[in-house]
């Protein structure tokens, strides 16, 4: 197998560090906006995941030359129709944090009784190989939101997001557990196999 140079189309840290751990293994080489000057900020315009990860990891691949992969994640509350979905990172406004959109999150669910606070988070991640290939792969985390932030770790709506299955909000995990459970984790196993046939094809 050959080395990979595979640059990821973002600028969140959060993200980036989640993704390194999952494909650390691999012979690839990680190349993130700190190894490159003036790397673009891609604007947001899809009205999907699907449409706005293409559209990132296209941009940075036409900026560096180089496979890029891009990550649209979100957060999707059945009695909020769906919201935040795409607008996840600016819930709460222009320039708003974390928490500013947990705020506004719980309290517009204030009123939703326990057995209506489902919720699931999906990433899509895209990775471009080259001006005519581009492949995407999705997962998705089951769970439901409560009504306080629980636990320091991870980053954005994980203190609000409780998963069933381990008794635990995100926040409440360490990133090997959160990344073996989580809507990124599975899409990031699914990229995986992607970038092993790549490998396997260019030897
Ligand atoms: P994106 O940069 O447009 O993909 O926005 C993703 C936003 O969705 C983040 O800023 C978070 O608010 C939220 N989000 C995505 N993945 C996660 C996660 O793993 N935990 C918590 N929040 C997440």
New binding site residues.
Partial sequence: MCILQLVLA?Q?KD?IR?IKNLLQDLPVTILTCDDFLDFPDIE?TGET?EE?AVLKAGGIAKFTGLATLA?????EVEALGGAPG?F??R?AGPGCT?AD?NRKLLREMKDIPEGKRAAR?R?VIAIVWDADKVETVEGRAEGKIITENRGVD?????PV?FYPPAGKT?AEMTLDE?NSV???GKALLAARELIIKHLSQKV
């Avoid at 991870?154 to 994980?158: K, L, N, R, T």
């Fill in positions: 973002t969140n993200k989640e947001e995941l706005n990550d649209d994640s979100g957060l795409v996840s990172s819930y974390y959109n988070f990433a991870g980053f954005g709506y994980d997001f995100f959160k989580s809507h990124r």
